[in-house]
């Protein structure tokens, strides 16, 4: 049985998942590792109570825990986790019969300065003047679809495989809709600057 040990950090999740078959208490790392992540993420998807985070947080990891012995373990960790955590935020909106809250946007400027540099057309570009507060009202104006994109490619950093993995969509797709999800975001903040 392998204990839990200073160097977690040098472990990578597939290690601590398999130390975590043999011994559930490993287990612990990995909520370490992905608490707070995930509760920004889910935050980032609309859920602004943070008794409500803690509630779909929960579950996300009772239901990681329940699962693990499914995990494919030639797979990406972070995706199943996410993927998870997307499903128990959708899940928790339906009980509701609620839209999201709209989005928590703390690192607005980083993020429209990556998505600029991003854009097809280099005579696109956002006006980086503008601030959280602009880009998180931008946000929840977005068709749910396209903001789901966005959240996980420019907020939480995710490659498109693995978003193509956590919302369970083939991988082209991605791609078409972070494009089509950028070019209504760019609608959405110019229409909200003419209007000011």
Do not use: C
Not at 33 to 52: A, F, Q, S
Not at 81 to 91: D, F, G, L, Q, S
């Amino acid at each position: 049985m392998e204990l839990l040990t200073p160097d977690l950090d040098s472990r990578t999740d597939t290690d601590v998942v398999r130390a975590t078959l043999a011994d559930r208490e490993q287990f612990g790392v990995l909520i370490e590792r992905y608490e707070t992540k995930l509760r920004r993420y889910i935050m980032r998807l609309g859920l602004r109570v943070p008794d409500d985070q803690d509630d779909v947080l929960q579950e996300t990891f009772i239901k990681a825990y329940r699962n693990l012995n499914s995990f494919d373990t030639s797979l990406s960790f972070s995706s199943w986790i996410y993927r998870i955590a997307h499903n128990e935020a959708m899940t928790w909106f339906r009980r509701r019969s609620v839209r999201p809250e709209g989005n928590m946007v703390s690192d607005g400027d980083e993020v429209l300065e990556f998505i600029a540099s991003t854009q097809d057309s280099p005579e696109v570009r956002f006006d980086l003047g503008l601030n959280a507060e602009e880009v998180t009202a931008a946000l929840a104006k977005l068709d749910d679809k396209y903001r789901e994109v966005l959240i996980l490619r420019f907020f939480e950093h995710k490659e498109y495989d693995e978003i193509s993995d956590i919302l369970q969509i083939p991988i082209g797709s991605v791609g078409t809709l972070i494009h089509r999800g950028k070019k209504q975001l760019l609608t959405v903040l110019n229409h909200d600057a003419v209007r000011i």
